[in-house]
Structures are given as C-alpha cells and as structure tokens.
C-alpha cells in the first residue's frame, strides 16, 4: 500500500463471493462491530509484509466463522475452539506458510481452553488474534467465558454471578505464565490512540512469525453493539469504562529480542534411507534346514505361562521369530483379554505349515509351566497326546494329567549355574527343540540378535539353550 | 516528462454503499469533517458524508471504520488514480 | 521378500509411513499406544513429525488442519478416545478430508476395559458423529494386513476425498506375526483441491460449514454420489471354504482368525461349513452375502458386540436367509470350540 492512500487491501477479496448474501461488497458484521477493523489491519499487515500467497487464516466458530470471506489467503474454517490444534496440524505441513488463528472468546477462552494453552505452550510458530467482547455474538448474547461480573446476558439474566460463573477469564495473563509464548499482549479498540497499538500490535504478532520466534497471542478487547444493545459510540465507551478495568492493556510477555530470527525451511517429501529407518529386514538366504518333527509334535499351538519375570513373553517372540526364520507361518500374542488377570504372564505361539487361524490358543498341544499356578491353571486345556514341559525347580508337583507327556526340567537350576537364573526360559526352549526337533538349534540363534538388546547376554543364552537340549540328550540316554 | 503533480489537499471519499452508518468514523474525526447524510442507502442506513474540505488524511475514520473498502482516504501529493 | 515379527500397531506405522504419511498426531491409549509410540520413534527418522497432542479432541483436529495441505497424516486411538474424536471425524469427512484413523477397539462402554472387543462397529460404520456422512472402513485380521490395509486405506481416502478408518480389535493390535513390508511410495499424489501455502491457495477453501439449506443438500446428495461410487468400487471380502458350505459363519477381525480354525476343525470332521470375511466394513458386501444366500441355508455372525454387524447381514438377506448371532462382550472372546459347539447347533437344527 502506498503511504499517501488508505484503502481497501489487497489482501481482500475484490467481491464477497463467498458469501450467499445478495450483497457481496459488504462484510456480514453488524455496524460498528470490531472485527472489521481487527480484519483491516489485519489485511493491511498481510499486504505490507508481502506475505498473502502463503498465509493461511483459520476461522473459528463464532461471529468470525466467515473471516473466508474476505481475507484473499488459503482459508481453513474448523471447528469450535479446535482452530489452534487445527493450525498446529497445518503449520507442522507447511513451516514457510503464516498461519493466523483467528478466534472470540467463546471459542478460544471456553470451548478451546485446552487447545489454545497447549498450542500456546508447545510455542507454535503462529500468531493468533483473541477477540474479546465478553458475549457470545454468532449465538445472539449469551454468557462468555469473558463476561464481566454483573453483566447481563441471556444466559445470566441477572447477571454474572461469581458464585455461579465464576469470574472473567483473563487470556494474555494466563497465557503469559507460560515459558513459550513469544510475545502476549491486550490492546483495544477504541479510540484512535489504542487503535493505533492494535495496529502495531497485530503487525508485530505477524513478523514474530515471520521470524519464526514463535507463539505469539494478541488479546483484543473488542465491541459488539448489538448483543451489547447499545449504539457503537456508547460501546466504546463502555468497553472504555468497564472492560479495560477487567482486561488492563499492556504487553504481558515480550521475548521477541531475546530470540533470535531463523528461516521457515518447508518440509520436503523425501524416502531417503527410508527402509533403514523403519529398520526394515535385509534380504538373506536362508540357511536353516528342519528337521520333520514326529507328527504329534508338529503345526504346535502353544501356551507358555509363568510368573511375570520368568521371560515367558521372550520365550513366546524367541519361538515365533525362529519359527519364521525356519520358514513356518507363525504368530505370538502376549496374554490379553480374560486371561490377564492371575498374576501369570502367559502368551500363545503357533508354528504352523498352513496359514494359521486363531492366534490364542485355547487347546494347547504343548504347554510351558514355569511356575506352580501355571500347571495348575492351564493343565487341563492341553489336548490328550499334547505335551507339558515344566520347570522341576518351580513346579513342586508333576501334572496329574496321564494321556498327556510330561517333560520335566530343573530349567531354573540349571540356568542358576550358568550363572543367569533369568536364562531359565532359554533351557526350557532349548528342552522343547531338543525333545521335538521342532525347529534346529541354528534358527533359535538367529533369532536372538534381534531379540536380545544387551548384545553381551548373547552367548549365555546360546549356553543355556544348548544345556536344555542336552539335557533332553542325557535324558533319553 | 514533467514530474505528475500530486493531490494538493487530503480527501476522504467515502462508499455509500458499503457504509452501515455506525458512525465511528463521524465521532472520530479530529476536524469534524464528516456528517450523516440524511439519506438512505442501499443497506438502509444513513451513509456517512465528507463536507468536501477541511480533511487532513491523518487517516483515524479509516482506521475506526469496520468496513474494509467503505472509507478511503487520500492524503496530500497522492498520484494516481482514485481507487475504486 | 524378507519378513519382520511385528506387532500389528507397529505394522500400522510402518506401512503407513511407507504410504507416505510424514504427519502423526495422537494422544495415548491402551490397547493403542504402541501405534503412537512407533510414530513417535520412526517419524523423526524420515523427516515427519510426531505430536502427542493433548486430546483426542485436539489430536483429530490437529489431523484436520494437517490433512487440508498436500500430505499424508493419520491418528489412531482406541475405543473411549474414539468417541472423543467423533467431532473431528464428522468435519473431516464434511469437509471431504483425507486421512486415516485407526481405531484398535476395546470394551465399553463407558472406560469398559482394555480387552479386545467390536463394540465401535456401529459408531464407525453407522456414524457416531452428526450429520450424514461415511468413512471408508476396513477391518484386518492380521500383522500384514495391518501394514497393508493401511496402505490402502491411504490410497482410498485420497482417492475419494474421504476419511478412511482402520478398524481393528486389541488382538490384531497386540500380536506379533512375520509381515513383509512393500516398496516406499516414492511420491505422494496430486491434491489441487488442497492448501499448498501458494499463490493459488486464494481460489481453495476447507470447510465443512454451508448456511444455504439448497447448497448444504447440494453438497450432502455430491457426498452421497461419492459414497454411491465407492460402494460400487470398493467392496472387498474373503471367503473360506464357503463353495459347498451349507452355513456360512461371518466374521471380521480377530474374530475370523478364530472361526478359521473353528472352520478347518469342523471341515476334518466332514461338516460343510464355510466362512465369509469382509474386510470392508463399509462398503459392507452385502452383494456378496445375497450371492451366498442363493446356496447356504444359514448364516451365524460371530462378533464381539452386542451384535452390531449382524444387522448389515440381516439387511442384506432381507429375511431370505435366517442368521444367527454368536456374541460377546467386555473383552470376553470365543475360542474355536465354542463356536464349533453353536455351529453344530445350528446345523442339527
């Protein structure tokens, strides 16, 4: 704009073609109400900083919900309060862009408390202007967050009352306790003077952005003649004499020359390294043969239990991984639903050569009892043929069940004198391979690495898999 | 080619028929320069009116004014068109 | 191709940022929160971003205001949360918003529990939020498709302009399968009707509000053309030995992995029974059922509802077929030998 003319912006649209009304050239706004004059200088601003082609207005529910109007930028109109998470969405897609949250009291001081503070807390780079005109416009006057004490509304007839209402929500002083915002101020429309500030006002919350400082929240204290009932003269004033009391003018927080200006990089669309970084798997050739099991021991639905602790749930993910690395459809839940209550830790696996159906096992073919609870639970559900391993040093009484094998181990003690008690889920898989030939003992190893965060723990474990099998070895003679 | 001679005097010119007659600009005016007509306009409201002299372009009616395009102001040495 | 042991929620994850989605916001829940606690560990790697948002409320609107730009986002949650994003979800798809949400359902109502459940059937597919809108809607049944259904659930919701929900039951999120993950999409698509932070971003709006009574019908009946379109176009399902069944068990989610081994046990015993699984919830395939009804006798619905999917079945058959419910509730779910008990049941007579 040049300085010798005050007109229209350019950052108006020409016509209101937006707006189904008959008259396209005027705003929908009642006489004298503020938020034309919060658009203008709004617009002009836009136009001065040379910034129209990439900012993006969101508008809020309330009087303002058709800023898109009028305002020749992106326009995103969303839903009631949410206009800071909204642009927070946006802003993260588009850095470069300006995004202004535009929003009355209602929606950001009541509906939006939530989103107006974390949005302000996180430090946004956006700027959002606040209008305050302690009523609810769009809805025909009713109680806002704002609304003075003693003030009349059509839903406090009487008046507000603190011991119902409670008081007036100051915005820039709650906003300001926080250690993000960049830059917080309440300015009002009025007179020329305080006009005058809304003006700088606004234009510093917008070049705050523009230097990707960060949050910046400009209070406007703001009338409305209409829901007011009063002319637009006597609103000013009474905004003048009543409002300002409440909502003192001033800045409440201005960091903007202690932060330093950076560029708004735009967020490039990019797969580099992108299988790396979903840490993808590498493609290998397998080399593990399997053995055929017996055929009582194969397709295995299985159900592992123990205390928590006892590495039941790495033993379950160690199987189903060195079941996929053999080739067999696998699947591995940990305990869920009904049966997590107990105290037990339990988790299903399946191994199988077809595509396997249900993923909890209810009838196992092979149970894993590393504890007493566990065997005295689960014992019945195995299926007659089916096999229980259990660990001899936690399970003080064998299974009672005759049509089933049992195959018992002092695991905890045997893994006790590895030196690592905790490897005792190790030797009962090492016990479980070894006895069935279900998987070979090379499958189980190349399961670890990604299994195994301490890398060091590698080789115990290996150790403890082996007793295992010897175990079973020594067993048959 | 002689340098364009600019506006020699502000000048507010108003659009009546964007004015809603809220009066803000009229009240505002340090010079008193502005009245409401006795008219109607499209909208139905009594526009506001620019007695034809006496504006100094300090700008206070655009900026009381809600209306983006109702109230231009050009102050002196303005070249150009006026802005329609 | 090689394959991963995953989890399902971090199958969710892995597809979708190989879809294309840089932009994840969301907010934790049980059985959910490994979806966003992946995104939070994988989406910095790859350059896109990761926000615990302080509500679902917030999370869902974060999502609308991300998915009226040129991008992918997506947010998920479960059940409780769900509800919570029922606002978000009807402007979004008023709005014609692309994204996706997952919903990895638990019990209710009410806080309810973290076990597993389909009790948000109705609140997905018949529209929990106001207004008269659709999401597309796909159910998996396994880690892989997890990754998959993802996938595709990016490509429909862009496609159409639609928001798309992936809706599965805490077990499908909980377990662990091997899954092979596909190649990255290496572009996303053109979205001209989106805010670009351009030039030509005056000429685009996004907004779901429309005061004219004659333009807000106009834009429901274009909605509604759309939704009219993806039924024709969408509908997918599987059928299991269901060529020669005379009772066809219907089933989605975690719920069809069991009555697979209900179906394979039942078949070693010589019983003729089969089973359909849509994994479009809507577009429902109620097409499909009425082509089964011309050959099966009977249909059983087995859900973890209080029986919400059955009602599209029943629709579909018009009463040509009796359908039976096996159901249940609060997180409780049926092993393959109860509904094998019913089946025979039903088949008896």
């Given amino acids: 704009m040049a300085e010798k003319v005050l007109a229209k912006a350019e950052s108006f649209f020409d016509i209101y073609d937006r707006n189904p009304s008959p008259s396209k050239d005027v705003t929908h706004y009642c006489p004298g109400c503020g938020h034309g004059v919060l658009h203008k200088l709004i617009a002009e601003a836009i136009d001065d900083f040379g910034i129209r082609e990439r900012t993006v207005l969101f508008s809020p529910v309330g009087c303002s919900v058709f800023a898109y109007y009028y305002f020749r930028t992106g326009n995103i109109q969303c839903a009631h309060g949410r206009a800071p998470a909204a642009a927070t969405g946006f802003k993260r897609t588009h850095p470069e862009s300006i995004v202004i949250s535009y929003q009355g009291d209602g929606d950001l001081a009541a509906i939006g408390t939530a989103e107006i503070i974390q949005a302000a807390n996180r430090g946004e780079n956006f700027t959002v202007f606040f209008v305050n005109n302690a009523i609810y416009g769009m809805t025909g006057g009713q109680l806002a967050p704002t609304t003075l004490v003693g003030q009349k509304t059509t839903t406090s007839p009487y008046g507000r009352n603190p011991a119902n209402e409670g008081y007036p929500i100051k915005v820039a002083e709650m906003i300001s306790t926080l250690d993000a915002p960049v830059y917080v101020e309440r300015v009002a429309i009025t007179d020329a003077k305080n006009t005058a500030r809304v003006r700088r006002a606004v234009r510093k919350g917008l070049q705050n952005q523009i230097d990707n400082k960060g949050f910046s929240l400009i209070e406007v204290l703001s009338v409305c003649p209409s829901n007011w009932k009063m002319d637009p003269i006597q609103s000013k004033q009474w905004l003048s004499d009543n409002m300002i009391q409440q909502f003192p003018l001033g800045i409440f927080r201005d960091r903007t020359g202690e932060v330093p200006a950076a560029e708004n990089k735009r967020h490039i669309f990019h797969v580099d390294g992108l299988r790396e970084a979903l840490e993808l798997p590498v493609e290998t050739e397998s080399t593990i043969k399997v053995a055929a099991p017996a055929p009582e021991f194969q397709d295995p639905r299985i159900k592992l239990a123990g205390f928590g602790g006892q590495g039941v749930l790495m033993l379950g993910l160690m199987l189903a991984e060195a079941g996929m690395h053999a080739g067999y459809h696998v699947s591995w839940i940990p305990s869920y639903g009904p049966e997590m209550r107990g105290g037990t830790a339990n988790c299903h696996v399946n191994l199988s050569h077809r595509r396997i159906g249900s993923p909890t096992v209810s009838r196992p073919t092979l149970l894993v009892a590393m504890n007493l609870p566990s065997l005295e639970r689960f014992e019945n559900e195995v299926v007659p043929g089916g096999l229980i391993i259990y660990d001899t040093a936690m399970v003080t009484r064998a299974p009672k069940r005759t049509d089933v094998k049992a195959l018992g181990i002092p695991a905890s003690t045997i893994a006790d004198e590895l030196g690592n008690t905790r490897g005792a889920n190790m030797v009962i898989l090492g016990a479980y391979i070894g006895y069935t030939s279900i998987l070979p003992k090379e499958a189980i190893f190349a399961a670890m690495p990604s299994l195994i965060k301490r890398k060091n723990l590698i080789p115990l474990n290996e150790q403890a898999v082996e007793k295992g099998m010897e175990f079973v070895r020594n067993l048959r003679g | ?84 | 191709m090689a394959k991963q042991l995953i989890k399902g929620n971090e199958a969710v994850v892995k597809g979708a940022i190989l879809a294309g989605c840089r932009f994840y916001f969301g907010y934790p829940i049980t059985p959910a929160s490994e979806v966003a606690e992946a995104a939070a560990y994988y989406l910095p790697k790859v350059g896109g971003t990761f926000i615990q948002a302080e509500s679902e409320v917030a999370a869902i609107n974060m999502v609308y205001g991300a998915a009226s730009a040129d991008v992918r986002a997506m947010t998920a949650s479960s059940s409780p949360g769900i509800s919570l994003k029922m606002e978000g979800l009807s402007y979004c798809a008023g709005a014609e918003l692309p994204f996706v949400l997952v919903d990895i359902m638990r019990a209710g109502p009410g806080l309810g529990n973290i076990a597993p459940e389909q009790g948000d059937y109705n609140q997905i597919i018949k529209g929990g939020g106001h207004g008269n809108y659709k999401v597309v809607c796909l159910a998996p049944n396994s880690a892989q498709e997890m990754c998959d259904l993802t996938i595709l659930a990016f490509d429909l919701a862009d496609k159409y302009r639609i928001p798309a929900v992936l809706l599965a039951d805490g077990f499908i999120g909980q377990m662990e399968e091997p899954v092979e993950f596909p190649p990255a999409r290496t572009s996303l698509p053109d979205k001209p009707w989106a805010i670009h932070s351009d030039a030509d971003d005056e000429k685009r709006l996004i907004t779901s509000i429309n005061l004219e009574p004659e333009l807000l019908e106009k834009h429901n009946l274009h909605l509604q053309e759309k939704y009219a379109e993806i039924t024709r176009n969408e509908i997918r399902f599987e059928d299991y030995q269901t060529a020669d069944a005379e009772l066809v068990i219907i089933a989605y989610g975690v719920v069809s992995r069991i009555v697979q081994t209900t179906i394979d046990d039942m078949r070693a015993a010589g019983r003729k029974v089969g089973m359909m699984r849509p994994i479009s919830l809507w577009p429902f395939p109620s097409a499909h059922i009425v082509e089964l009804g011309d050959q099966v006798k009977q249909f059983l619905v087995v859900e973890l509802s209080d029986g919400q999917m059955v009602d599209d079945v029943r629709l579909a058959l018009n009463g040509k077929r009796p359908v039976h419910l096996h159901n249940r509730m609060g997180g409780m779910v049926p092993s393959p030998e109860e509904v094998q008990e019913r089946a025979l049941k039903i088949l008896e007579g």
């Fill in chain 2, 1 to 84: 080619m002689a340098e364009p001679i600019g506006l020699e005097r502000a000048k507010i010119v108003v659009r009546e028929d964007e004015c809603k007659g809220c009066g803000l600009c009229i009240e505002a005016c340090p010079e008193q320069v502005l009245f409401v007509h006795k008219h109607l306009n499209r909208l139905g409201y009594h526009p506001t009116g620019y007695k034809g002299e006496g504006c100094t372009g300090c700008g206070i009616c655009f900026y009381q004014c809600p209306e983006p395009g109702a109230i231009t102001v050009y102050k002196k040495g303005y070249v150009g068109e006026e802005v329609v």
